[in-house]
């Protein structure tokens, strides 16, 4: 049975307070970190953020970026270990479901940017979306994010957790972060084979495995 995906209600806030208690301390050693972790595990979702910048400028890229990393930390902070590298194909297939779910809303484009949310992702990540909703107007309301910024990058944050929703749950599964780990320890050349035999290793299974 697949795993899932659910980022709960306390993930959520748990992550935002330890956003707002890095950027109230301004440990920038620590924010460094946090950017050089994400950069290691998901270059693809990086990149896929940092094409905002590319075509909208700098503060419009940041924005993207933020959210992006923010999806990112609640997914880590409920998963941790377990959480997979999105691909590029992760990204690409979940940006087509976000598009195709919001260009089902009616009147689109008249809605306020923060109403403006793909319904499977709200139904599969609800508590995520509804803070991502609240940040978002939010930002808007207060000139953060200009409106016509916000409709860029608000869609990129869904995105984000589509992709990360299916990697988790497999539905379309990312890259193993983890070393695989072994279900039997490792057998020397010179002990017993694991089967009986009385047989060494190398003398007994061990000359298949070679």
Same mark, same amino acid.
């Given at each position: 049975m697949p795993p899932v995906a659910l980022i709960t209600a306390e993930v959520v806030t748990a992550t935002i307070d330890h956003f707002t208690s890095l950027d109230q301390s301004g440990d920038k050693g620590a924010m460094t970190d946090l950017a050089k972790r994400i950069g290691k595990e998901q270059p693809a979702l990086l990149s896929h953020a940092a094409r905002v910048k590319t075509t909208h400028g700098d503060a419009l890229g940041e924005a993207a970026v933020f959210y992006g990393t923010l999806v990112w930390a609640m997914f880590d902070r409920g998963f941790a270990k377990k959480l997979p590298r999105l691909l590029p194909q992760n990204l690409t297939d979940a940006q087509k479901i976000v598009d195709d779910e919001l260009a089902a809303i009616p009147d689109l484009a008249e809605k306020p940017v923060h109403e403006r949310v793909a319904?499977?992702?709200?139904?599969?990540? %609800?508590?995520?979306?509804?803070?991502?909703? /609240?940040?978002?107007?939010? &930002?808007?309301? /207060?000139?953060?994010? $200009?409106?016509?910024?916000?409709?860029?990058?608000?869609?990129? #944050?869904?995105?984000?957790?589509? =992709?990360? &929703?299916? =990697?988790? #749950?497999?539905?379309? $599964?990312?890259?193993?972060?983890? %070393?695989?780990?072994r279900e039997e320890p490792k057998v020397g050349r010179n002990d017993p084979c694991p089967c009986g035999s009385g047989k060494k290793w190398k003398r007994c299974h061990g000359t298949e495995a070679a």
């Open positions: 319904a499977g992702v709200r139904e599969r990540q %609800p508590h995520l979306v509804a803070k991502l909703v /609240e940040l978002m107007e939010e &930002d808007v309301r /207060e000139n953060a994010i $200009p409106a016509e910024g916000a409709a860029i990058v608000f869609p990129l #944050s869904q995105v984000v957790v589509e =992709a990360f &929703d299916a =990697a988790y #749950s497999h539905r379309r $599964p990312g890259q193993n972060l983890n %070393p695989i780990v």
